[in-house]
C-alpha cells in the first residue's frame, strides 16, 4: 500500500520505518526539517535499540522516504497515519490536541480521493469525533474522508518488538471501508495471529488510557506499599515476592523503586483523570490522583535518603548519580523521576555528577547545573554518595571493590533495587533502598569545601 506517516517523532519514525519493513511504500513528513535531514540519512534522532538497522534497511529498498511537504503526503497516499504528539498542556492536566488539529488542517485540503486517516496519537476520548468533523469540512473529497482510530502501545527500548510483533491491535472505525483498510495495511500481522479487537472509535481511543491508567496504578500501588513497609519496619522486596505467586496478581510490573516517567504515562493519566471530570465521570478515576501523587512522593523519598546517606546535609555533598533517563535502552528524559532527583540534589546544594549511556546530553539541555561525566568512573571519584537512578543493565555488573576504592564514602542508594545489596554491604557499603529498613549513617560527613 502507498501509507503516509504524519509526524516523524518517535511514534511516527518508528511506525513509518515498520510499515516499509512490512512491505507497504511509505512517505514519513514532519516540519522539522533537521530531524527529516537526519532520519532520510539514515540516523536516528532518539535512541531506540535495533531500530536504526531497520531505518537503514528500508531506506535501502526505496520502499521508506522523508519528506516535509504534507500536501504531498496527501497525493501520494490512500491511507495516513497521525503520529504526532499529544503533550500536556503547559498549565492544565489536560492533553494538547493542538498538533494533531494542525496536521488534520494542512492534510485536508490536498484529500481530493477518497482515503482514511488514521490517528495513532494518545487523545481524549471524543478527539476522533471532532477531528473527522474538521476533515469532512476541510477535505475537497467531503464525507468520503474518513478518521479511524489505530491506538500505538510502543514501550521505549522494545518499540521495533512491539511494532512487528505486537500483543494486539486495535482498529476503531465508522465504516467498513476504514476497517478494510485496516486490515489490508497490517495484513502481515493478523496473518500471523495478532489478536484483533475492532470497535468503535470512542472505545479505541479509551483502550490507550484506559491501558495506561492500570499499569501507573499496579506501578503505584507497589510503591505505596513500599511507603508503609518502610514505615513498619518491613521489606518490600520480600512483600513482591510473596505477592508476585499470587496467579491473580502476578510479578509484571511489581517493581518496587523510583517510579514511573517518560513523555506518556505521566501525562496520559493525567489527560485521562481531566476527560472524564469534563465528561462527568470524574469520580471513577478520582484514583489516579493519588496513584500520580504516590508517584511523585518516590522522588522525594530518594532525596531523603541521600540526604540521610550524606549525614543530614545535601549542600556540599557530592553525589554520583548513574541513569538520567526515564527508563534503560532510552535517551528519553521527559518527566524523568531521575532527572527529578538530580534537579532536586543540586537545588539543595548538593555537586552531582551524572553518568547516562545514552541521555546525558538530553539531561544535559533540562538540568545544566549538573556534571555530566562520561564513565561512570569519572563520575564516582571522589563521591560521598552514590546513587543508582536508572535501571540500565550495565550497572548490575558494577564491582564494588572497585567502585569502592574511588569514593570518599561508600554510600550507595539503590532506587531500582539493581544490584545485589548484600554483596555491596559485605564489601562495606552503606546500602539504602527504597522500601526497606533505613540503614543506620555510622559517623557524620567531615565539611567539604565546594569546588568549581
Same mark, same amino acid.
Given at each position: 500500500m502507498r501509507v503516509s506517516v504524519i509526524g516523524a517523532g518517535y511514534l511516527g519514525a518508528t511506525h513509518a520505518v515498520c510499515l516499509a519493513a512490512?512491505?507497504?511504500?511509505?512517505?514519513?513528513?514532519?516540519?522539522?526539517? *533537521?530531524?527529516?535531514?537526519?532520519? *532520510?540519512?539514515?540516523?536516528?534522532?532518539?535512541?531506540?535499540?535495533?531500530?536504526?538497522?531497520?531505518?537503514?534497511?528500508?531506506?535501502?529498498?526505496?520502499?521508506?522516504?522523508?519528506?516535509?511537504?504534507?500536501?504531498?503526503?496527501?497525493?501520494? *497516499?490512500?491511507?495516513?497515519?497521525?503520529?504526532?504528539?499529544?503533550?500536556?498542556?503547559?498549565?492544565?492536566?489536560?492533553?494538547?490536541?493542538?498538533?494533531?488539529e494542525a496536521a488534520v488542517r494542512a492534510l485536508a485540503p490536498a484529500l481530493t480521493r477518497a482515503t482514511v486517516v488514521v490517528g495513532k496519537s494518545t487523545v481524549p476520548v471524543g478527539t476522533a469525533d471532532r477531528l473527522a468533523c474538521l476533515l469532512r469540512s476541510l477535505a475537497p473529497v467531503g464525507d468520503a *474522508?474518513?478518521?479511524?482510530?489505530?491506538?500505538?502501545?510502543?514501550?521505549?527500548?522494545?518499540?521495533?518488538?512491539?511494532?512487528?510483533?505486537?500483543?494486539?491491535?486495535?482498529?476503531?472505525t465508522a465504516s467498513r471501508r476504514a476497517s478494510d483498510r485496516l486490515h489490508e495495511v497490517y495484513a502481515p500481522l493478523l496473518e500471523r495471529g495478532v489478536p484483533l479487537v475492532e470497535t468503535d472509535l470512542c472505545t479505541a481511543e479509551l483502550v490507550k488510557v484506559a491501558a495506561n491508567g492500570y499499569l501507573a496504578t499496579k506501578l503505584s500501588y507497589v510503591n505505596a506499599m513500599a511507603e508503609v513497609c518502610e514505615a513498619a519496619g518491613a521489606d518490600v522486596r520480600h512483600l513482591v515476592h510473596a505477592l508476585s505467586l499470587d496467579s491473580r496478581i502476578g510479578g509484571r510490573y511489581l517493581a518496587p523503586g523510583l517510579g514511573f516517567g517518560g513523555g506518556c504515562l505521566p501525562k496520559d493519566i493525567r489527560a485521562f483523570a481531566h476527560r472524564a471530570e469534563e465528561i462527568g465521570a470524574g469520580a471513577a478515576v478520582r484514583f489516579l490522583h493519588e496513584v500520580d501523587a504516590v508517584n511523585l512522593r518516590r522522588r522525594t523519598r530518594a532525596v531523603e535518603l541521600v540526604r540521610h546517606l550524606a549525614g543530614g546535609v545535601l549542600a556540599g555533598t557530592r553525589v554520583c548519580v548513574l541513569g538520567a533517563s526515564f527508563k534503560p535502552d532510552s535517551d528519553d528524559v521527559r518527566d524523568s523521576p531521575a532527572l527529578a532527583v538530580v534537579r532536586a540534589l543540586v537545588h539543595g546544594g548538593a555537586q552531582v555528577a551524572v553518568f547516562d549511556p545514552q541521555a546525558a546530553e538530553n539531561a544535559r539541555r533540562v538540568v545544566p547545573e549538573a556534571r555530566y561525566a562520561p564513565t561512570v568512573g569519572s563520575a564516582a571519584v571522589g563521591a560521598d554518595v552514590v546513587a543508582v537512578l536508572t535501571d540500565w543493565e550495565q550497572f548490575r555488573a558494577l564491582d564494588p571493590a572497585t567502585l569502592g576504592a574511588i569514593v570518599r564514602r561508600k554510600a550507595l542508594l539503590d532506587a531500582r533495587h539493581l544490584l545485589d545489596a548484600e554483596r555491596w554491604q559485605c564489601a562495606g557499603w552503606n546500602v539504602a533502598e527504597l522500601g526497606v529498613p533505613v540503614p543506620p549513617v555510622s559517623e557524620p560527613l567531615a565539611p567539604l569545601v565546594a569546588t568549581s
Open positions: 512490512l512491505g507497504h511504500d511509505v512517505l514519513a513528513v514532519d516540519v522539522d526539517r *533537521a530531524r527529516i535531514a537526519s532520519l *532520510a540519512a539514515g540516523r536516528l534522532p532518539f535512541h531506540e535499540p535495533g531500530l536504526t538497522g531497520l531505518l537503514r534497511t528500508t531506506l535501502a529498498t526505496g520502499r521508506l522516504r522523508f519528506g516535509h511537504d504534507t500536501a504531498e503526503a496527501g497525493e501520494f *497516499a490512500d491511507l495516513h497515519f497521525l503520529c504526532v504528539g499529544t503533550p500536556q498542556q503547559p498549565d492544565s492536566p489536560a492533553a494538547d490536541v493542538s498538533q494533531l *474522508a474518513e478518521v479511524a482510530w489505530n491506538p500505538e502501545f510502543l514501550r521505549e527500548g522494545y518499540a521495533v518488538e512491539d511494532s512487528l510483533r505486537p500483543e494486539r491491535l486495535v482498529f476503531g
